[in-house]
T-cell receptor, first 109, second 114 residues
Framework: GQNIDQPTEMTATEGAIVQINCTYQ??????LFWYQQHAGEAPTFLSY??LDGLEEKGRFSSFLSRSKGYSYLLLKELQMKDSASYLC??????????WGAGTKLIIKP | IAGITQAPTSQILAAGRRMTLRCTQD?????MYWYRQDLGLGLRLIHY???????GKGEVPDGYSVSRANTDDFPLTLASAVPSQTSVYFC?????????????FGPGTRLTVL
């Protein structure tokens, strides 16, 4: 079967750095997405990786290793507004997104 | 309209009733999707449409139907609601011709079936 694993919850301090990991086993691979979802709101697109390596976008970076079935989202200079759930999703061979359950990130002052 | 809209925002429904959730996008995206999101689970695909006039079944299609008469609208119908369909429903759209095929989400409909 297809599976996306990410930690259920993480806690970090304002101003610090946090890394949210995602491992996947899917039938085929056509890219990996990270989304942010604030409580009671819709998921919003953060990043996309299809080749191995690091993609940087401001305070957020996303890394992919296809051989290891592994990605991480790195958030720097954490702000209180970064408190949200972070969803990892992989596009499989049928071009459908397979979603992880999400990681709830709690930021403490 | 900017992006994707969904209606209603929330609804309480008696079991056995019929309900249609509406979704409209103004981005001229060819592909549209319906997901449900339940606590502790990832988003699960109910139905999708790659282009107007075509639809397909996702991971959890039972009890739901969709239609795609035009590019902009993609309604989801529950023919006879059951309590297990209590969930938050998200509609999404994407330009599947684009290099990344990123999905963009509507604000969601919170549905409670009693």
């Amino acid at each position: 079967g297809q599976n996306i694993d990410q930690p259920t919850e993480m806690t970090a301090t304002e101003g610090a750095i946090v890394q949210i990991n995602c491992t996947y086993q899917t039938s085929g691979f056509n890219g990996l997405f990270w989304y942010q979802q604030h409580a009671g709101e819709a998921p919003t697109f953060l990043s996309y990786n299809v080749l191995d390596g690091l993609e940087e976008k401001g305070r957020f970076s996303s890394f992919l290793s296809r051989s290891k079935g592994y990605s991480y989202l790195l958030l720097k200079e954490l702000q209180m507004k970064d408190s949200a759930s972070y969803l990892c999703a992989v596009m499989d061979s049928n071009y459908q997104l397979i979603w992880g359950a999400g990681t709830k990130l709690i930021i403490k002052p | 309209i900017a992006g994707i809209t969904q209606a209603p925002t929330s609804q309480i429904l008696a079991a056995g009733r019929r309900m249609t959730l509406r979704c409209t996008q103004d981005m001229r995206h060819n592909a549209m999707y319906w997901y449900r999101q339940d606590l502790g689970l990832g988003l699960r695909l109910i139905h999708y449409s790659n282009t107007a006039g075509t639809t397909g079944k996702g991971e959890v299609p039972d009890g739901y139907s969709v239609s795609r008469a035009n590019t902009d609208d993609f309604p989801l119908t529950l023919a006879s609601a059951v309590p297990s369909q209590t969930s938050v429903y998200f509609c999404a759209s994407s330009d599947s011709e684009a290099s990344t095929d990123t999905q963009y989400f509507g604000p969601g409909t919170r549905l409670t079936v009693l």
